[in-house]
């Protein structure tokens, strides 16, 4: 296999009884949020983040 492609469209964000950022990966879920709370809380968002430092408990290979 030479290539694989997914594609998954995301609901509507104002649909009636739906719970919008169920099931997302938690990093996700809070870089829309704030995208959601409007422009000046997305930035202070992305510049939180920036100063996060991720760490994986064994090495991670290239593929």
């Given at each position: ?22 099931g ?40």
């Amino acid at each position: 296999m030479t290539a694989v492609a997914a594609g998954a469209p995301l609901a509507p964000f104002d649909a009636d009884g739906l719970d919008w950022f169920a099931g997302m990966v938690a990093s996700a879920e809070a870089s829309l949020r704030a995208a959601a709370a409007g422009r000046a809380e997305k930035e202070r968002h992305e510049r939180l983040a920036s100063n996060t430092t991720w760490s994986s408990p064994r090495p991670i290979s290239p593929l």
